[in-house]
């Protein structure tokens, strides 16, 4: 009698594995692209509430401090619930927080609303990615950047229908109402394919919830900071970058976004093979010199062409950091994955908590060419510290 769990229609031509493993990615697919709507659609939010570039910048203060709030209790929650349950709320609740964002009138608004965001962002990042690190255990080889290459192929999606929305004129909470509908429904299709226990419960392992991180795991957090702090610049202001600095022309102010989000992509789908071949201490110090190369190219030569190389360099700079740093993290020998991952996250999202902000207040006093350069100088860390790592 056939598996119940597996779909008539897939299980003569998949292993369970490969089965899981369709799973999750659709869980990493609904994230990236719940992000990545929200991201794209900033330049858009910042122009209808008029705000200046030190307010947003501190307005983007809330998201990660929502993220940050929640890192204890997704750990708690994962290990406790198990990824499976806990995903499942928080893949209904992150993208409809987009609804939220896109019903906002004023400055207070859109900070509670990005809190509740961040929440929702970072109880699904815990979870999908605890996922991620079973389902990785079952191949026995490595394959997180891969599921990451999902989320950013998510997020290269996302930023290619906003580019759609926009040039139709479709407001921000139209945009955000669609692709929760779309996120919902893929939520209800892959429910049921992913990992039903997480792989501390399968295996038994003894370890305690609550843990003070190691060398090692606070290693992997500042790897992770030193790229998800240029990864966030990208994000919340590559589009600005283009529109002040670029001066491109509108319907190419979101160029530098796609360029990044391509080549991060293409990266994550590489890396494994790549780390297989040469190395995960090799891949992360090269990594610090693309992101650092990429940037300094978009600083030095600010025109459409150059700024967007720039961009396709830094793209490829972060594409293997963060999911290196998690399936590292999930090997932990003193903790139970999801509150390994949690312990990195909390590091790794200092990332951005600081690095928009930064951007902002700097940009006021001086001007975002110099905020860059800055932010370039800190993704160096992702080499320096590849190198304690053991």
């Not at 939520?187 to 992913?194: H, S």
């Not at 020998?333 to 928009?356: D, E, H, N, Q, Y």
Request: aromatic fraction near 14%; include cysteine; hydrophobic fraction near 50%.
């Amino acid at each position: 009698m056939m598996n119940s769990r597996i779909p008539l229609n897939l299980s003569f031509s998949f292993s369970p594995q490969r089965y899981y493993r369709i799973g999750v990615s659709a869980f990493f697919f609904i994230q990236g692209l719940t992000f990545a709507t929200w991201a794209s659609r900033i330049p858009d939010i910042k122009q209808m509430l008029q705000l200046s570039d030190g307010t947003l910048g501190l307005v983007l203060f809330a998201l990660p401090v929502g993220q940050l709030t929640a890192m204890g209790l997704s750990g708690y929650l994962v290990s406790r619930f198990g990824s499976k349950n806990t995903l499942t709320v928080a893949a209904c609740l992150y993208p409809a927080g987009l609804v939220l964002l896109g019903t906002v009138s004023s400055l207070w608004q859109l900070v509670a609303a990005l809190f509740f965001f961040g929440v929702c962002g970072n109880l699904s990042n815990i979870s999908i990615n605890t996922q991620g690190i079973g389902v990785e255990r079952l191949y026995r080889r490595s394959i997180m950047a891969s599921f990451h290459g999902v989320w950013s192929l998510a997020g290269f999606t996302g930023g290619i229908i906003s580019a759609f929305m926009v040039a139709e004129s479709i407001s921000p909470f139209t945009h955000f109402c669609v692709v929760y509908a779309c996120g919902f429904l893929l939520l209800l299709a892959a429910r049921k394919y992913v990992l039903p226990r997480d792989a501390h419960a399968a295996t038994k392992e003894k370890k305690k919830i609550f843990v003070k991180p190691d060398r090692y795991i606070i290693s992997l957090g500042i790897i992770a900071f030193a790229c998800m702090i240029c990864e966030g610049t990208m994000f919340y202001w590559s589009g600005i970058y283009f529109e002040k600095v670029i001066h491109a022309p509108a319907d190419l102010t979101r160029l530098g976004y796609v360029a990044f989000m391509l080549t991060m992509t293409m990266g994550r789908f590489a890396a494994d093979w790549l780390v297989t071949k040469f190395g995960i201490k090799h891949i992360l110090k090269m990594s610090g010199v693309f992101i650092v190369s990429g940037m300094l190219t978009a600083i030095a030569f600010p025109y459409v062409f150059s700024a967007t190389i720039g961009f396709l360099l830094v793209g490829i700079g972060t594409s293997a950091v963060v999911p290196m740093a998690y399936s590292l993290a999930g090997k932990s020998k003193t903790m139970l994955p999801g509150v390994a991952l949690a312990a990195v996250s909390s590091i790794g999202f200092l990332g951005f908590l600081i690095g928009p902000p930064i951007i902002g207040f700097i940009s006021e006093l001086f001007n975002l060419r110099v905020s860059f350069t800055l932010i370039a100088i800190l993704g160096l860390g992702t080499t320096i510290m590849a190198g304690r790592i053991k």
